[in-house]
């Protein structure tokens, strides 16, 4: 029902940035990044509500992320700044109709895309 596309991932030192984008075939309600890293349950990084642009973050992240979104481009965006190894991990776009809460409902998933901070 939408495709998502992830892009930007990459390697970088400690204290390095770096942006992903995603791509969703049509205009969803919400969208959001979320995180796994080896051995570790996937965590939500942060969401974006598409009208209003609301957002929300894990604690372990604020102030250092940024989601934004463009609507017209259906095109929602992750900075990541002052990166930590902790940071490791597969993120994945996620994409939702439903946006009455932050964090669940999400019922599209991308491929992921893989950042990995090294110390």
């Known amino acids: 029902q939408v495709q998502l596309m992830e892009s930007g991932g990459g390697s970088v030192p400690a204290g390095g940035s770096l942006r992903l984008s995603c791509v969703a075939s049509?205009?969803?309600?919400?969208m959001g990044w979320f995180r796994q890293a080896p051995g570790k349950e996937r965590e939500g990084v942060a969401v974006?509500?598409?009208?209003?642009?609301?957002?929300r973050y894990n604690g372990s992240v604020e102030g250092r992320f940024t989601i934004s979104r463009d609507n017209a481009k259906n095109t929602v965006y992750l900075q990541l700044n002052s990166l930590k190894p902790e940071d490791t991990g597969m993120y994945y776009c996620a994409a939702a109709d439903s946006s009455t809460t932050a964090w669940d409902n999400f019922a599209f998933w991308g491929q992921g895309t893989q950042v990995t901070v090294s110390s």
């Open positions: 049509r205009y969803t309600s919400k």
């Open positions: 974006i509500f598409s009208s209003t642009r609301t957002t």
